[in-house]
C-alpha cells in the first residue's frame, strides 16, 4: 500500500519516536505515522540514513545510540521539547549479526553485543519515556520483539531470540504495571520481514533462507509497510483495549503444522 492510499488521521498532533528509523521497518513506520498525522522524531545511530527519512517525513532526526542511557534520555527530551509530548514509542532498534549463531559457537561478546542493543536499549527506551506518558495519563508504547519470542528454530541466532523472549516478557510487565495510568505497552512479533538485514542474512546463507520460506502459509515474507500498518494501529485509539500482549504478525507461521505446497 503506498502512502497515496492511506486514508486514515488517527494520529494528528501526537507525537512519535522511532528508533532504527533509517531503514527497513523503522522508516516504513515513519512513513506511516507521517501519514496518518503525527509529528516523528526519527533516531538512528546512522547520521545519514536518518536525516533522510526525517527530511522525508517532515519530522526531527536524533543521532542516537541506543545502548547509552544519556543519549536515549536526550531523544525523548528533544521529541518533548520540539513537539510538547511524547504519545508514541516505537522502540525498534535492533541487529541480527553473522556471528550470533549457534550456542555452541557463538561467544560472549556477541551474545552481549546483541543483549544490548536489541534488549537493553528497550528498556532505556522505555524507562525515558514512561514519566513523560504519566504526566499525560496517556501513552502507546510499542516494543520489536519477533515471532520468535514465541517459537523455536533450529536455525538458532541464540542471542536474538532470547532478546526477542525478554523484549516481550518486559512489555507484558510495563504494560500490566502501567494501564490504570492511560499507558499501553505491547511487543510487536513480526515474522520474517523484506528488509536490508534479512536480505543481508540470506544473501550469505540461502538455504537458511529456503529453509525459512517454506514455514509461512503466505508463502512470502512480510513488507515493511506492512508492519508499520500493525504499528499505526497499536499507536492509535483503534487498539485502545490492547494491551500487554504479543501482537503477531506473522502471515500464520505460529498457526502452522503443515504449510501448503
Not at 537493553?120 to 508504547?141: D, E, H, N, W
Amino acid at each position: 500500500m503506498s502512502n497515496e492510499e492511506i486514508i486514515c488521521r488517527r494520529l494528528v498532533g501526537r507525537t512519535a519516536v522511532i528508533t532504527g528509523a533509517g531503514s527497513g521497518i523503522g522508516l516504513a513506520t515513519a512513513r506511516r505515522l507521517a501519514s496518518e498525522g503525527a509529528n516523528v522524531v526519527c533516531a538512528d545511530i546512522d547520521p545519514a540514513a536518518g536525516k533522510a527519512a526525517a527530511e522525508e517525513v517532515g519530522g526531527t532526526f536524533v543521532q542516537v545510540d541506543v545502548t547509552d542511557q544519556e543519549q536515549v534520555e536526550a531523544l525523548f527530551k528533544t521529541a518533548f521539547d520540539t513537539y510538547g509530548s511524547v504519545d508514541i514509542a516505537f522502540n525498534n532498534a535492533g541487529i541480527s549479526p553473522p556471528d550470533d549463531d549457534s550456542i555452541l559457537t557463538t561467544g560472549l561478546d556477541a551474545w552481549r553485543r546483541v543483549q544490548d542493543v536489541n534488549l537493553t536499549s528497550v528498556y532505556l527506551c522505555c524507562k525515558a519515556a514512561l514519566p513523560y506518558m504519566q504526566r499525560q495519563g496517556r501513552g502507546s508504547i510499542i516494543n520489536t520483539a519477533s515471532f520468535v519470542a514465541i517459537m523455536g528454530a533450529a536455525t538458532s541466532q541464540i542471542s536474538y531470540t532470547a532478546s526477542k523472549g525478554g523484549v516481550l516478557a518486559m512489555s507484558r510487565e510495563l504494560g500490566v504495571q502501567f494501564a490504570r495510568e492511560g499507558i499501553r505497552v505491547n511487543a510487536l512479533c513480526p515474522g520474517p520481514v523484506n528488509t536490508p538485514l534479512l536480505q543481508e542474512l540470506f544473501a550469505k546463507d540461502p538455504e537458511r533462507a529456503a529453509r525459512r520460506l517454506v514455514h509461512i502459509p503466505l508463502g512470502r515474507f512480510a513488507e515493511p509497510t506492512e508492519i508499520a500498518a500493525a504499528v499505526a494501529f497499536l499507536a492509535s485509539d483503534d487498539s485502545s483495549f490492547i494491551n500487554a500482549t504479543d501482537f503477531l504478525v506473522d502471515g500464520g507461521i505460529s498457526g502452522a503444522y503443515v504449510t501448503p505446497l
